[in-house]
């Protein structure tokens, strides 16, 4: 089950650096401006955008596979279509590497399914929920 209480979400809100899929370089957009926020209030943010070269000052990698640097939290801002896929990049990373614990799905975004598959892995997750507000209101 996707956590859904407030220790829950702490601990995944203290998971550093965090990967973000779907990044965007364009201000204004969700995808930009929560990733952001994360990157003022302390997070080391790695941007997963196959049309960026560079987001937020930082390089942009094409998918999670690229990005060299260990990574503690993915947070995704793709469709709900997509999820799964997203999620089998994870666990395929998360077995190879052992770097990710989390995946967060942003606002909007759902996939029991997908999650169910990265949980089985040992990942923890969460579902329908952005981590702007949530780290506003839980650590903020």
């Not at 003022?40 to 987001?55: Q, R, S, T």
């Not at 390089?59 to 640097?69: H, I, N, T």
């Not at 990265?118 to 650590?139: S, W, Y």
Request: charged fraction near 30%; glycine fraction near 10%; charge should be negative.
């Amino acid at each position: 089950m996707p956590v859904t209480d407030d220790e829950g979400l702490r601990e995944l809100l203290l998971l550093d650096p965090v990967a973000v899929i779907g990044c965007s370089s364009t201000p204004g957009k969700a995808a930009h401006d929560i990733p952001a926020y994360l990157a003022d209030h302390g997070y080391e943010v790695v941007p997963v955008n196959p049309y960026a070269d560079e987001i937020l000052g930082e390089e942009a990698y094409d998918s999670l596979a690229d990005v060299e640097e260990d990574v503690r939290l993915v947070d995704v801002f793709r469709p709900d279509e997509e999820v799964a896929g997203i999620v089998e990049e994870v666990v395929e990373r998360r077995e190879a590497r052992g770097d990710v614990e989390g995946v967060w799905l942003q606002l909007g975004i759902t996939d029991d399914g997908a999650l169910a598959r990265a949980e089985d892995a040992g990942l923890t997750t969460t579902q329908d929920r952005c981590m702007k507000v949530e780290h506003g209101r839980l650590l903020g």
